[in-house]
């Protein structure tokens, strides 16, 4: 199983920017999708996840300001941010949770000025 993660930049504050993440290989069922980031200096923080059933969970500094959904029958998920801070920026990580293990994407570069 791969992921695929896309849609990172360079935005100025306030602005917005729209990850995706694909996964392709043998996939039989996915328990969940996220993302992830990681700043310099700064350990790996959930953003947001979302699983088959019950409703997305969103970290509180991405409450209101981030939205994560998931296309099933791509197994995609997708992460729209909005108002965006300089302290957002950060190398973001897609991924899916199977039966048997995790997979992480490679990462995308959120960079926001100020």
């Known amino acids: 199983v791969q992921l695929q993660a896309s849609g990172g930049g360079l935005v100025q504050s306030g602005g917005s920017l729209r990850l995706s993440c694909v996964a392709s290989g043998n996939i039989f069922s996915i328990n969940s999708m996220g993302w992830y980031r990681q700043a310099p200096g700064k350990q790996r923080e959930l953003v947001a996840g979302?699983?088959?059933?019950?409703?997305?969970n969103h970290a509180d500094s991405a409450k209101g300001r981030f939205t994560i959904s998931r296309d099933t029958a791509k197994n995609a998920v997708y992460l729209q941010m909005d108002n965006l801070k300089p302290e957002d920026t950060a190398v973001y990580y897609c991924i899916v949770v199977l039966p048997q293990r995790t997979v992480w994407g490679q990462g995308t570069q959120v960079t926001v000025s100020s």
């Open positions: 979302i699983g088959s059933i019950g409703p997305p």
